[in-house]
């Protein structure tokens, strides 16, 4: 049943995740829109737990409480009374049963075959077709089932939770969510809300597991387990981590973002704050770990020319000892462990095509923190991003974020009071595809943006396409290049400019195409080695485009000027620093004068053409991290987009003396490729919620 289909006077809409009842949209994590689908599928019938978790998590171990959070979030999206049910029965001992009947909209209402032109061929044919789909299904599952022998993997919630942590004895697992700390015996479906702690995320476990480390608005708390009491210890902190011992608790400070930054120490109470290691200039530690003696810690780190690396230090920050240096930890969840049999346990970025997908690998060290063995996988899951670690005092049970952002959705609403203000957005691609918007046509009626449709992202091949904002369906305007999805028009609209990819044995080439908008054949506009190069093209300024790339050996990026008709024009500014993303981390003006430039932290630097000079815009928002960025249509602003510290996506319009107005966020969503139509009427921008956000916990491994 993939189609909309009712449930009383409930309209339920599978592809959508969501449920409109009496006028109100509730939206739901997908594994609980599974089980209303299997329920419908079997209405009338009595379908049993055991049945059902088979159906829905096939390919994962998941207890009983799963399944009895995923019916309680579905009667309350339904109005559902679990005593005096209308919708879903419980039958002790046996399962659920769906009560109403189950009308299909009329979309979906099937046709009566005529039987009599039912050859046997066509049933022959179907048979085979069934086998051939049943045989791919099983295949597929097998696949992504993979994993090493006698590792147990299990979910422990429905998702919408965050900062998962296990108990020291492994009894117990603390989140918050948006009510605030939450505690849950790990096998049971008893949840404990801690009073009081609405606004707080979780930091670490104390060791006698009697208390917790929680944040609130940079500040540091004791939160006791048992009653829930609560005193503060300390000002102006990010992320904590607690010793193994409990007696001294590293910490980042709020603006840790920053290259240069630092790994702070201090007492259990908050005193005696010192500098445990300075990262030096161009370098930034990322994350945190204590080895299980406390005597050293690891982290992870970002270096110069986009490399990335695990290391060990003493606790005077000395005697280093870099255990693995890798491109593949750029995207990964920056989280590492520490355990007490030795290995260091981090999640690695899967090669290309897969390289979204996320795994576990180990590595062995000795005891003075230096790797004494090859690194091992430990995993073999497929679609996931896997984040948020921390593990049992044993070092046996390990818990973790299991996320999807495979659908990522364009939305689009009216800017008004100067573009301070966003008008309710509605989404504009409904198909489960990964688009971004790039631009817009330049009479501001189409939206053009690159999709993962021609299989780019677990794929290869990005596509390019054009929607008007009254219409239901994109038509594509050209095919992109393997794994590169940027486009935009040029300034005028006449050029539609892409990006293609040709690899060969031992290079590749990055060109630049040019074709016209209305459609015809490409031509190279001109070449790059990069493939992170990027362009924009000023709104105002006829035939003037900006050339973005890396010069590895400077670490620089070099900006450079072209017109699509005639290519390269010359090199006109370099810079360190501030790179975080490929593609919208920068924004040419509208004029053509200046380049706006994002940071890890709330700053934004302003490069003017003109006289080479460059400025520091502070925004006052709560971003920790501005991640994208567009410049307003007239000039006088700028759309950004990021995360808070504790992760809530939002959605930023600055001005040019860094005052802020919210325009979106969602502590479960993430905002990014904001793009302002030409006439300055509408704002696009890509929204990721997480398509599977659960909790899961892996023993064995």
């Known amino acids: 049943m993939s ?11 599978p592809s959508l995740n969501s449920i409109i009842h009496n006028g109100k949209t509730a939206r739901l994590e997908p594994k609980v829109m599974e089980v209303l689908v299997y329920l419908a599928e079997h209405q009338g019938q009595v379908v049993s737990k055991e049945q059902l978790m088979r159906a829905v998590w096939a390919e994962t171990f998941v207890s009983d409480d799963v399944l009895t959070r995923c019916i309680s979030e579905l009667r309350k999206a339904l109005e559902d009374d679990a005593k005096e049910p209308h919708v879903i029965q419980t039958i002790p001992k046996k ?11 009329a979309v979906e209402q099937p046709r009566k075959p005529n039987r009599r032109k039912v050859s046997a061929y066509a049933v022959l044919a179907a048979a085979l077709l069934i086998v051939t789909l049943a045989a791919f299904g099983w295949l597929a599952r097998r696949v992504r089932a993979l994993r090493r022998p006698g590792l147990i993997v299990r979910q422990l919630t429905p998702g919408g939770v965050g900062d998962p942590f296990i108990s020291p004895d492994g009894n117990y697992l603390a989140y918050c969510n948006d009510d ?62 607690v ?42 530690f990322e994350s945190f770990a204590w080895a299980p003696n406390g005597q050293r810690f690891i982290d992870h780190k970002y270096r110069p020319n986009e490399e ?54 180990a590595v062995q060290v000795d005891s003075s923190g230096r790797a004494s063995g090859r690194p091992t996988q430990i995993t073999n899951f497929a679609g996931d991003v896997l984040t948020g670690f921390s593990a049992s005092r044993d070092g046996k049970r390990l818990v973790f974020t299991r996320e999807d952002y495979t659908n990522v959705a364009i939305y689009v609403g009216e800017l008004e009071a ?18 971004w918007p790039t631009g817009w046509s330049s009479d501001s009626q189409s939206v053009l943006f690159v999709s993962s449709r021609g299989g780019g992202l677990r794929g290869r091949g990005w596509e390019v396409f054009k929607q008007g904002l009254n219409e239901l369906t994109a038509g594509k305007l050209s095919v992109g290049a393997e794994e590169y999805p940027w486009a935009t028009f040029s300034s005028e609209g006449r050029w539609l400019l892409f990006w293609a990819v040709t690899r060969g044995k031992d290079r590749f080439l990055v060109r630049l195409m040019r074709q016209p908008a209305s459609g015809g054949t490409p031509e190279v506009v001109l070449t790059s080695n990069q493939l992170t190069a990027s362009h924009q093209c000023a709104l105002r300024r006829p035939n003037f485009c900006i050339l973005e790339e890396q010069d590895p050996g400077r670490n620089e990026r070099v900006f450079s000027a072209f017109d699509p008709s005639r290519g390269r024009t010359g090199e006109i500014k370099r810079m360190t620093g501030g790179f975080i993303a490929p593609y919208a981390w920068w924004s040419l003006s509208p004029d053509g004068t200046r380049i706006a430039v994002a940071q890890r932290k709330p700053t934004i630097r302003i490069l003017d053409l003109k006289t080479g000079t460059e400025q520091n815009l502070t925004a006052k928002t709560e971003m920790a991290v501005i991640h994208k960025i567009a410049w307003s249509s007239d000039g006088k602003s700028l759309f950004t987009s ?27 969503a993430w905002f990014g490729f904001p793009a302002p139509s030409p006439d300055g009427q509408h704002l696009a921008f890509a929204n990721a919620k997480t398509v599977e956000s659960n909790v899961a916990m892996m023993e064995n491994f």
């Open 3 to 13: 189609g909309e289909f009712r449930v009383g006077p409930s309209l339920v809409q």
């Open 95 to 105: 399962g659920y049963r769906l009560m109403p009947t189950v009308l299909m909209s």
């Open 180 to 241: 605030g700390i939450s505690l849950q015996p790990i096998g049971t479906g008893e949840i404990r809300l801690l009073s009081g702690t609405k606004g707080f995320c979780m930091a670490d476990w104390f060791p006698d597991g009697a208390s917790l480390a929680a944040t609130r608005d940079h500040e540091l708390w004791v939160v006791s387990a048992l009653t829930g009491a609560m005193r503060k210890i300390a000002d102006n902190i990010g992320h904590a981590w």
């Open 243 to 284: 010793s193994p011992d409990g007696t001294r608790i590293a910490f980042f400070r709020p603006e840790a973002w920053v290259e240069g930054n630092a790994i702070w120490v201090m007492d259990a109470d908050g005193e005696n704050q010192h500098i445990l290691a300075k990262a030096e200039a161009g370098e930034l």
């Open 308 to 361: 990335f690396a695990i290391e060990t230090r003493d606790l005077h920050g000395a005697q280093l000892a870099v255990i693995l240096s890798d491109p593949r930890l750029a995207a990964s969840d920056k989280d590492v462990l520490w355990l007490p049999d030795g290995r260091i346990v981090y999640a690695l970025d899967e090669p290309a095509p897969r390289e979204q997908d996320n795994n576990f690998w």
């Open 418 to 435: 100067n573009g301070t203000r966003l008008k309710q957005p509605q989404r504009l691609t409904i198909n489960n595809w990964v688009d």
């Open 642 to 668: 990021g995360w808070s510290e504790e992760g809530t996506g939002m959605l930023v319009n600055v001005d040019m003396q860094g005052n802020t107005h919210l325009l979106q966020q969602d502590s479960h």
